[in-house]
């Protein structure tokens, strides 16, 4: 996840806000005392990030690098790792592309092989797809987004708030924000710090509810002003994988309606993969997980893995979605010829 020029996010008109801390960082040679207490008397929002950053600022946060052996028995998110992770986000003036960069591991997919992977499954795609797989795994997601935003966009936003049904089932959301932040779909900072930083932003966040099943939804397309500009203007499809999952459905339908006639008397046995999270799977570039930032459970989120409600989420699965269903089609073809030996 090399730095590009078609992967960056950053306010256009800085203020002082954005600068603040970075002068609080080494107050001895840029504030006195004096100067400080003015900053925290200016709002409540300002005097918690000042206490933050005081407490915060020399602390040694190398300790997130470490694993977490016991992840999957978190029941809540750990405030300790909250402050950690702000203490490293302050330590990077508040870039959150340097603290991946930092954090590296999963929050990039460091494991992920791209030339390992082309090799044992170019033979079964396109090229097409072999190239999308590479610049997702080796750059991340989307393909483009190249995006200055002014200042006042991005704090009528955040005066917004999200949506009322993600405020109506604070039960729904401390769950799904544990089992994302345990699964290091994204990481989690102080909630002042989207306020300050001029590399994050927040999307409204809303929650589906299907079947007594409820889903959060990251809404980067709801306007409520026509001058508005949202997420979803600035990721562009133009370079994104194609979609082609929407005829999965019938070609299962035709299939089973071929299988019956071609063996009327057999026992016609369907296999189907559901792969959880699978949109998480595909990293956001370090450099604009920040942009893909949320406010819940009064913290700051940011994404690594990518999100449900950005449109190129889906562009960001399909090839692998399509190299899976290849490789499946190979077993089954194996399987089949074995039958008839």
Avoid at 79 to 85: G, H, K, N, T
Avoid at 309 to 323: K, M
Wanted: aromatic share 12%; proline share 3%.
């Amino acid at each position: 996840m090399k730095p590009s020029r078609n992967l960056q996010y950053r306010v256009k008109d800085l203020r002082f806000d954005n600068i603040v801390v970075f002068l609080l960082k080494d107050q001895a040679s840029y504030l006195s005392d004096d100067d400080v207490e003015n900053i925290r008397k200016l709002s409540n929002l300002h005097r918690t990030m000042v206490d933050n950053v005081l407490r915060l600022r020399g602390i040694d946060f190398s300790e997130v690098k470490l694993p977490r052996y016991d992840y999957a028995d978190q029941t809540e998110i750990s405030q300790e790792r909250v402050d950690l992770m702000t203490a490293c986000a302050i330590h990077y003036g508040l870039n959150i592309g340097m603290v991946v960069r930092f954090l590296k591991g999963e929050y990039v997919g460091e494991s992920r092989d791209a030339d390992k992977i082309i090799e044992k499954v170019s033979p079964y795609i396109d090229e097409v797809d072999c190239e999308h797989i590479k610049r997702i795994i080796n750059q991340g997601c989307p393909s483009h987004i190249d995006f200055e935003e002014d200042y006042d966009n991005k704090h009528m936003v955040l005066r917004k708030g999200n949506q009322q049904t993600f405020l109506q089932f604070p039960e729904v959301t401390a769950k799904a924000m544990n089992k994302e932040e345990k699964f290091s779909h994204v990481i989690a900072y102080r909630k002042w710090l989207v306020y300050f930083s001029p590399y994050c932003r927040a999307t409204l966040q809303g929650i589906r509810e299907k079947y007594g099943k409820y889903r959060v939804i990251f809404d980067a397309s709801t306007q409520s002003c026509p001058h508005e500009i949202v997420l979803n203007h600035e990721t562009s499809m133009d370079n994104e994988a194609i979609i082609d999952f929407g005829t999965a459905k019938t070609c299962l339908l035709t299939n089973i309606y071929n299988w019956r006639i071609s063996f009327p008397d057999e026992v016609i046995f369907l296999a189907l993969a559901d792969i959880t999270a699978c949109f998480c799977f595909a990293r956001l570039a370090a450099d604009i997980q920040g942009a893909f930032g949320f406010v819940a459970e009064e913290l700051f989120f940011a994404p690594s893995g990518h999100v449900f409600g950005s449109n190129t989420s889906a562009s960001s699965w399909e090839p692998f979605r399509r190299a899976i269903k290849a490789l499946i089609f190979i077993v089954e073809l194996i399987y089949y010829f074995l039958t008839l030996i």
